[in-house]
């Protein structure tokens, strides 16, 4: 021990990973917590810590903090084989390894094949640490909505539709670039999924999400879907097929 040692220790902290790895400042992962300290005449005796006000520790080796928290309190600080002692230091972060909940109902669809369908979704999403952020809606692959905001509720009214099949009799046809029209004598609407899947996907301000989906039946097990008789119908013109004067076999994309 040195009697001309007044100078206190000097320490520092090293998180790892080193800066946030999710969104706004949040940590989506637990945290690794290295102090060094450092002393020029007497040296390090003892560094000590402690988190969120807890009791104080000695430091042997880096410790984890796994637990989710908002402003999640670090403190630091040593002392020297000369009785030195160094300021209290302090570091903040704040961890969210936890996804939102989510819940997603909706009140069926609206609609039929050739025209395409609207369903009214809902959802239900809730984060605890960080917050929600946004849900955002899908039918199959399909993107169609995002609503931002704190929640807990989400509502969405998505539009859509499959590409499908069409054969049987007609006539007035009338075909441009922009559409298809006709009148059915008898047309049958085959090629529909039996299902379509409906997807909400719920993200926290950390950047966590959760999806909830459900099967929407828009087919039939029997592939033959619908069949139109006597009546008007214009498609969009993306076709693949025969469309005569009198009869129909063409595939139509999803508009």
């Known amino acids: 021990m040195s009697s001309d040692d007044i100078i206190p220790p000097v320490t520092t902290h090293t998180l790892d990973p080193s800066e946030p790895d999710g969104e706004n400042g949040w940590y989506v992962s637990d945290l690794n917590v290295t102090l060094n300290a450092t002393d020029d005449m007497s040296g390090v005796n003892h560094t000590y810590y ?10 042997t080796e880096h410790f ?42 909706h009140d069926g669809a609206w609609g039929d094949a050739i025209h395409g369908w609207e369903l009214y979704n809902r959802a239900n999403a809730t984060d605890f640490i960080s917050g929600m952020e946004r849900v955002e809606f899908y039918i199959e692959s399909d993107h169609k909505g995002t609503i931002y905001g704190p929640g807990s509720d989400y509502e969405c009214w998505c539009n859509f539709s499959f590409g499908f099949r069409l054969f049987g009799l007609i006539h007035n046809t009338e075909i441009t670039e922009e559409f298809v029209y006709f009148d059915a004598l008898i047309v049958i609407l085959t090629g529909l999924p039996e ?33 139109y008789l006597f009546q008007d119908i214009t498609l ?14 063409a595939e139509f994309g999803q508009p």
């Not at 402690?50 to 430091?59: A, L």
């Not at 693949?240 to 009869?247: A, H, K, L, P």
Request: avoid cysteine; charged fraction near 20%.
């Open 50 to 59: 402690n988190v969120n006000n807890g009791e104080w520790k000695i430091y």
């Open 195 to 227: 299902f379509a899947f409906n997807i909400a996907e719920a993200y926290d301000n950390a950047g966590n999400s959760a999806w909830d989906g459900m099967g929407l039946g828009v087919g039939s097990p029997s592939h033959i879907d619908e069949i």
């Open 64 to 105: 984890t903090i796994s637990e989710d928290g908002e402003y999640i309190l670090i403190e630091y600080y040593s002392v020297d084989k000369s009785e030195n002692i160094e300021k209290i230091k302090s570091v903040k972060i704040k961890i969210d390894q936890t996804g939102p909940v989510i819940d997603l109902t």
């Open 236 to 249: 969009p013109n993306n076709y693949t097929g025969y469309i005569g004067r009198y009869f129909i076999w």
